[in-house]
């Protein structure tokens, strides 16, 4: 009864700043750690330990009525607990009563269970001593298949079989002096494997060694194979293209496609390297073969580089080379297919190694070469070899490096045989017109160079306007645009079209020019040799083209890049100016011959009184050359060259014949001298008229004739003979009738002219009234002439 005051009293006190938030935090069991803190922070920690003490207050009242709302069923389970204590105490005398029973009647059963366990531990003892002969018959088995198997020399299955023993079953032996045993007995038959493989191994090294020629040989072989097919390619092209530049559409195209399977030729066994390799492996050492390999294989590389003391270069190069491509290829196949015997490191090395030695051989190899053909033949091979090799991956910058640097030497050596050629043959020509009497030697020596003047086949015999010199060398320039292209080609260039045209520059300029040069500079030739030469130069001209279109042709060059303006050959141009030498030395020729005949005019009867019914004797001689040396220009020489020698050799005469007139030899002549010199200038003008017209240089429009070329004589004597002389003065009939003649040789002419002394009644003649009057006016004109000086 005195509850219910105790709980008013407590709701009085302390349900009065009961904090809501503290009671859910506690209720919920959640830190009261904050609002501590908080408290002691706000200076207030009596409030919160007032409200503390309240709750706990209340706690305490609520667990006193929970406790004595359950009193009466706490009373009733603790009889129900005392009823089980009863019923326990009965059953554990059951359970005594029932123990005592099984006792008794098992004590029989014990004896017979001691003597089963007894027969089990027998059965076991026996099972064991089987299992354990099991395992040793097993072991026993195992030894004899790895004995077979190494006698049979079939190592890997030993292998296997050893590692069953090593791994699944020596272990497992129950005997220890047995597995001693077999424990002593595995490494050394390892031991006995390794030396049998390494024995066949290097056995195979040696037998590797001697076939890599072979295989180099053959490997070299079909890239020598397969650049002849494509150089067979590219000459059918060349044809189908000059089929098509001449207009022939008949042409056929075809593609052959041949394929070889280098594997299937190059046949050699690496079984032996594959199976050292792999029992090497499978023995844990394989880096220990990897590096028996590599060292030996690299001893065997140094041999191979080692070039023979015993014999030239020029017959060793191939083997050696050859040894060498084999080489890298075995090591190729290796690197390969061997399953990490080689690293790519590694061969690398190795190929670094012999292309610095063949790098260094050729290079000094090169140096001693003093024949052209010679280094062609080694750079064949070399490009072979780096052809061959590129197949399989090898970088052969450094050689073709070689063969670059060494461009210059070759073709120096080049140089220098085609000079001794072209030396020979010029030498030996006698600068007569080729005759060609057959078909085929009109093809050889006119067709294969593109010189022919007309697209139509010749009537046989075939006179050429060249001398044989000019074929002859055609043919060596030819063969050198060849073995320049062939030794540029399939090396580090791609584009050496401009390289070989250089190089023929200097063959045409440097030594077939020059050859001709001094030929004609020799002071050794006739008129007709240095026309011929003249011919000669202009063929060679012409033939620039076909060398040229040659080059591009071998070259792989479009045949319209090489006829674009301004592509030629720079020989051309020089063998232009090479022409006008030639011609020079012509006129120079003619003119010393011209002298000769015209030192005849010493000869003329110039203070003769009477008039020659005929022209003088040295006309006759000077015609008949000019008849030669025109004609035989006309024949081998263009219209504008026969033009060039024509109006030089007139003009000599001209200047000769006015030269002779000034000449000390004459001191004084008279008209009727003049007269016979006007019946020379009359042959001269009628055979300058005929020849000009029946040679058809008058279709080449020129200003000057041949007859204009004698214009300063033929004035002079025109002017000797004028009965008024006098007019010469007057400058309007002088620049008509006049022109071409200097005053001062006209003033030294006019003082030697003297007319003939008056015959025996000669005064009464109409003939003296006619000479008076010219003397007249001859004096007249030299008064004026000197008066004008």
């Given amino acids: 009864m005195s509850v219910a005051p105790k709980r008013k009293t407590m709701a009085e006190n302390g349900d009065i700043g009961i904090d809501t938030g503290l009671v859910t935090a506690i209720t919920n069991g959640e830190d009261l750690g904050p609002i501590v803190r908080h408290a002691f922070e706000s200076g207030k920690p009596e409030a919160l330990l007032h409200q503390l003490r309240t709750i706990v207050k209340k706690k305490e009242v609520e667990i006193e009525e929970l406790c004595r709302l359950h009193y009466e069923e706490f009373i009733l389970a603790v009889d129900e607990l005392r009823g089980v204590l009863v019923d326990a105490d009965e059953l554990k005398s059951m359970l005594y009563s029932e123990n005592f029973q099984l006792q008794e009647v098992a004590s029989a059963l014990l004896v017979k269970l001691d003597k089963l366990l007894e027969l089990y531990s027998i059965k076991k003892n026996v099972t064991e001593a089987l299992q354990t002969l099991k395992v040793c018959v097993q072991v026993s088995n195992l030894c004899l298949t790895c004995n077979r198997h190494i006698t049979e020399g079939r190592f890997y299955p030993a292998l296997k079989t050893l590692g069953l023993i090593e791994k699944g079953t020596l272990q497992n032996i129950p005997v220890k002096a047995f597995r001693k045993v077999i424990e002593k007995q595995i490494p050394a038959i390892k031991l006995h494997i390794e030396k049998k493989v390494c024995s066949k191994f290097n056995d195979w090294l040696v037998h590797i060694r001697s076939m890599a020629k072979e295989i180099g040989q053959l490997a070299i072989g079909q890239a020598a194979s397969a650049r002849q ?288 040069l001094n030929i004609v500079h020799g002071g050794m030739l006739v008129e007709s040799q240095a026309m011929q030469i003249a011919a000669n130069v202009a063929v060679l001209e012409h033939a620039c083209d076909f060398f040229l279109l040659h080059a591009a042709q071998l070259c792989g060059v479009l045949v319209r890049v090489v006829e674009r303006p301004h592509a030629g050959l720079t020989a051309k141009t020089v063998l232009k100016a090479s022409q006008n030498v030639a011609y020079n030395a012509l006129s120079n020729l003619v003119n010393s011959k011209l002298d000769e005949f015209m030192a005849l005019m010493n000869n003329v009867n110039w203070t003769a009184d009477d008039a020659p019914q005929h022209a003088n004797d040295y006309i006759n001689e000077v015609l008949i050359y000019l008849d030669n040396i025109v004609s035989t220009a006309q024949q081998i020489l263009s219209l504008e060259c026969v033009y060039k020698i024509g109006v030089g050799a007139l003009g000599h005469i001209s200047d000769s014949i006015v030269t002779t007139f000034l000449s000390e030899n004459v001191k004084r002549f008279t008209v009727s001298a003049v007269m016979g010199i006007d019946n020379d200038l009359k042959m001269l003008e009628s055979f300058a008229d005929e020849r000009f017209e029946s040679t058809g240089l008058s279709e080449l429009k020129k200003e000057t004739s041949f007859r204009d070329c004698l214009v300063e004589a033929r004035q002079l004597v025109n002017l000797l003979l004028s009965n008024q002389p006098e007019n010469f003065m007057n400058p309007v009939i002088r620049q008509k009738n006049y022109g071409a003649l200097d005053y001062k040789k006209v003033a030294t002419i006019c003082e030697k002219f003297k007319d003939s002394p008056d015959r025996l009644f000669g005064s009464l003649s109409n003939r003296n009234a006619k000479q008076n009057a010219r003397k007249k006016s001859m004096d007249m004109l030299k008064k004026r002439l000197k008066d004008f000086s």
Wanted: with cysteine.
């Fill in 229 to 516: 097919r494509e150089e067979e390619m590219h000459a059918r092209q060349r044809e189908a293209e000059e089929q098509s530049r001449s207009g022939d559409g008949g042409c056929v195209y075809t593609l052959d496609v041949e394929h070889i399977d280098e594997d299937s030729v190059l046949e050699f066994n690496l079984t032996p390297v594959y199976r050292a390799h792999h029992i090497h492996t499978c023995l844990g050492i394989e880096e220990k073969f990897r590096d028996y390999y590599y060292k030996n294989r690299l001893m065997q590389l140094n041999l191979d580089l080692q070039i023979s003391s015993t014999q030239p270069f020029l017959e060793s190069h191939q083997p050696f080379f050859a040894q060498i491509a084999g080489f890298f290829i075995v090591e190729d196949r290796v690197l390969r297919t061997a399953g990490g015997l080689l690293s790519e490191n590694q061969v690398e090395t190795i190929w670094d190694t012999a292309i610095a030695n063949m790098t260094s051989v050729l290079e000094d190899q090169f140096s001693r070469m003093d024949a052209a053909s010679h280094l062609l033949l080694i750079k064949e091979f070399v490009t072979l070899l780096g052809a061959t090799l590129t197949r399989y991956g090898y970088r052969i910058t450094p050689l073709t490096d070689v063969l670059d640097n060494s461009r210059d030497k070759y073709h120096e050596l080049l140089l220098n045989e085609c000079q001794k050629q072209i030396a020979d043959i010029i030498a030996h020509d006698t600068f007569e017109l080729m005759v060609m009497k057959k078909e085929y030697e009109y093809k050889m020596n006119v067709l294969s160079f593109h010189i022919h003047s007309s697209d139509r086949m010749p009537v046989f015999p075939y006179v050429a306007s060249f001398s044989s010199s000019v074929p002859d060398a055609c043919r060596i320039v030819r063969s050198f645009i060849e073995d320049s292209v062939s030794y540029l080609s399939y090396g580090g260039r791609m584009k050496f079209f401009d390289v070989v045209k250089k190089y023929l520059d200097k063959l045409l300029i440097d030594v077939l020019n020059s050859a001709l």
